[in-house]
C-alpha cells in the first residue's frame, strides 16, 4: 500500500480498534488509475467492496478526513442490520447519531453533528 494512503488511513483504523469496530480488510489496488492517487480496496464481510484513495499532492489533514469519512460509511454498511450503525456513537447523543468527521486546519476531529461539539481528534477515541 502507498506510504500516504497507509499514514491516511492509520487514525480512523486505530478507532475502530479501540472501540471494537469492525475492521475493513484492506487490500491495495491500482483502481484510481492515476498516478497521482494512491488507492485500495476496503472489503466487507460479505465479499462486496468499496474503493478508498488519496490524491498524493493533497495536505495530510485533507486525506486523513477523506478516508476518514469512507471508512465511516463502510462501517455504517458493514454493520447494516447487525448492529446498531451509530459508529461512532456521539456521547451526547448515543441512540441518536453517530460522531461525524470535521477538518479544521490541520486538525480532523470527530464531532457531534447536532451542535458542532468537538469531541476527539480521528484516532484518540480509545
Given at each position: 500500500m502507498h506510504p500516504q494512503?497507509?499514514?491516511?488511513?492509520?487514525?480512523?483504523l486505530r478507532d475502530l480498534r479501540a472501540t471494537g469496530g469492525p475492521l475493513p480488510r484492506?487490500?491495495?489496488?491500482d483502481w484510481p488509475g492515476d498516478g497521482g492517487v494512491a488507492g485500495a480496496m476496503l472489503w466487507h464481510s460479505d465479499g462486496s467492496g468499496s474503493g478508498i484513495s488519496v490524491?498524493?499532492?493533497r495536505p495530510a489533514a485533507e486525506q486523513v478526513a477523506h478516508v476518514t469519512d469512507v471508512v465511516h460509511d463502510w462501517v455504517v454498511e458493514e454493520l447494516w442490520g447487525?448492529?446498531?450503525t451509530n459508529w461512532p456513537p456521539c456521547p451526547g447523543h448515543p441512540e441518536s447519531h453517530p460522531l461525524e468527521?470535521?477538518?479544521?486546519?490541520?486538525?480532523?476531529?470527530?464531532?457531534?453533528?447536532?451542535?458542532?461539539t468537538a469531541v476527539r481528534r480521528v484516532g484518540d477515541l480509545g
Amino acid at each position: 500500500m502507498h506510504p500516504q494512503l497507509a499514514l491516511a488511513l492509520e487514525p480512523v483504523l486505530r478507532d475502530l480498534r479501540a472501540t471494537g469496530g469492525p475492521l475493513p480488510r484492506v487490500v491495495p489496488s491500482d483502481w484510481p488509475g492515476d498516478g497521482g492517487v494512491a488507492g485500495a480496496m476496503l472489503w466487507h464481510s460479505d465479499g462486496s467492496g468499496s474503493g478508498i484513495s488519496v490524491v498524493l499532492d493533497r495536505p495530510a489533514a485533507e486525506q486523513v478526513a477523506h478516508v476518514t469519512d469512507v471508512v465511516h460509511d463502510w462501517v455504517v454498511e458493514e454493520l447494516w442490520g447487525t448492529a446498531p450503525t451509530n459508529w461512532p456513537p456521539c456521547p451526547g447523543h448515543p441512540e441518536s447519531h453517530p460522531l461525524e468527521v470535521r477538518r479544521s486546519g490541520d486538525a480532523v476531529e470527530w464531532v457531534c453533528p447536532a451542535d458542532g461539539t468537538a469531541v476527539r481528534r480521528v484516532g484518540d477515541l480509545g
